[in-house]
Nanobody, 125 residues
Framework: EVQLQASGGGLVQVGGSLRLSCAASGFIFDDYCIGWFRQVPGKEREAISSISSRDGTTFYADSVRGRFTISSNNAKNTVNLQINSLLPEDTAVYYC??????????????????WGQGTLVTVSS
C-alpha cells in the first residue's frame, strides 16, 4: 500500500523559509513521480513543483520558480521542498502526491493516485 506523509508546515514571517518533506512508502520500484500542490480555501488546488526519481527532472510553477527548490533522497524515499523568500500569498495548505513513473512535463491533479495529508504554511506580514 502506497502512503505519503507531508510535514514541515508552520507559521513564518514574510521573507522566511521552511522545508516541507514528503515521506513515501510502498512504492515497489524506485521509479516514481512526486508532486507538490497547494490550496487556499475557496480556490482551486495549484500545482507548484514535481520531481521524477528516475532522472531528477523537476518542474516549477511560475509563481514559485526561483524561490522553491525540490529535491529527492531516494535512499530515504523522501522528497523535500525548500521554500524561501516566503510571501503572504504563499499561505496555503500544501499537499504532496505521488505515482509510479516519470512525471509529466506539467503536473496536474488527475495524474496522481496517491495523496498525503496537507501541511499548513502560514506567512505573516
Amino acid at each position: 500500500e502506497v502512503q505519503l506523509q507531508a510535514s514541515g508546515g508552520g507559521l513564518v514571517q514574510v521573507g522566511g523559509s521552511l522545508r516541507l518533506s514528503c515521506a513515501a512508502s510502498g512504492f515497489i520500484f524506485d521509479d516514481y513521480c512526486i508532486g507538490w500542490f497547494r490550496q487556499v480555501p475557496g480556490k482551486e488546488r495549484e500545482a507548484i513543483s514535481s520531481i521524477s526519481s528516475r532522472d531528477g527532472t523537476t518542474f516549477y510553477a511560475d509563481s514559485v520558480r526561483g524561490r522553491f527548490t525540490i529535491s529527492s533522497n531516494n535512499a530515504k524515499n523522501t522528497v523535500n521542498l525548500q521554500i524561501n523568500s516566503l510571501l503572504p500569498e504563499d499561505t496555503a495548505v500544501y499537499y504532496c502526491a505521488g505515482d509510479l513513473g516519470v512525471c509529466p512535463l506539467v503536473i496536474y491533479e488527475e495524474y496522481f493516485n496517491y495523496w498525503g495529508q496537507g501541511t499548513l504554511v502560514t506567512v505573516s506580514s
